[in-house]
């Protein structure tokens, strides 16, 4: 009997060892989170392949990325790095939070002739903060999430000039000085600073459900898909957000994510009639009375697998750009399992097969790779 009680004990002694008492298991941490950040430079330096690369993530995902590392095998520095990790996952949340964050940034620049555009910028759009975040998070139980964010900043741009595919705009270097507190500059016309406020916002808001190994998100979120530094070949963090709905289960070694992200149809921002010579369409301006029509859908569904001892990551995508001009919808685009390029529907859709595998054949060194194949025979 004795024998027994002292398995059990250490059985249970064990298990906690590695369990993580997570604040909010369903807490989504977005795709640019320090804490997500700090999960790679560990398994990096661990010798260890990637954490995945689906991102976002919810708190349950990121504790089980970081059960995999042994504490007691890493060096001092890293040592802080996961105590950083684990507090923060850690941290007990409040049924409901107000935040309010602000940013200030300026930008200076002495060439105002010829970098005038957001493309002429390493520090561009994506990047630059809002001057006020207005943040509403609220926990009303463990497995149930919500997040609302209102950014006061100016917005992307003015107006467009598609005759020569330019963007009318003063906040990319036509002024020797700018900055993100856009009220104190006027607009391109001389107006007030307040016509630039982006009404386009939250660019995060959704609401999140689930439990241990699996997560549903449903709102806007920005997304990645993909280890690259500057940009991915299926899904990249250019955009601001999505409007998306994500299910993702997962397990220490394995990874199922299914995705949807609705975009306006294209006959509703250009005449497909009509090109200007450089190749750019133009533009029709949509009223807020004008009748929507047309759908137009991103589906995608990703497995990811980690093998040898947690070296090698291999992950395989398939996703589908569906759209309908008249609203009609094939329902077997939704199977979460099927072949998408095996419908055989190129009227409606454009399929795409990518293949992803990071390596970390010594500490400190990781090599990736991505290859995509769109619409084979």
Known sequence: MKKIVVFIFLLIFSFSAFAIDVGNQQKIYPIDSPVYEALVQLYISAGIALPSTTGPYSANELALMLSRLDRNSLKEPAKVVYDYVNDTLSAKPKVVRFGLDTTIEGYVHTNTEDFTQPDDWIYSTNDRKPFLDIILETSPKNNFYGYTSFPIMSTYAEDGDNTNGKLITDKYGSTTFM??????????SGGPGFGLLDLGFPYRAFG??????????????????????????????????????????????????????FFPHPSEYYDKETKYGYGGYVNLKAKQTDVSSGLNMFLGHRLEWRFLKDKVNLVLTETIMYQSEDNTFDL??????????????????????????????IKYLNIYAQVVVDEFV
Do not use: C, M
């Not at 077997?332 to 054949?361: C, G, K, M, Q, W």
């Open 208 to 261: 999140a459900f689930g439990g241990d190994g699996w997560s549903v998100q449903v709102g806007r979120e920005q997304l990645s898909w993909g280890p690259g530094k500057s940009g991915n070949f299926v899904i990249g963090d250019h955009l601001h957000y999505h409007n998306v709905g994500r299910f993702t289960t997962y397990t220490k070694n394995f990874k199922y994510t299914l995705l949807t992200s």
């Open 332 to 361: 077997r685009v939704l199977s979460p399992a099927t072949v998408f390029h095996n419908y055989y529907i190129r009227s409606n859709a454009n399929s795409i097969l990518s293949l992803e595998v990071d390596v970390t054949p």
């Open 179 to 188: 900055s993100n507190i856009f009220l104190i500059h006027p607009t391109t």
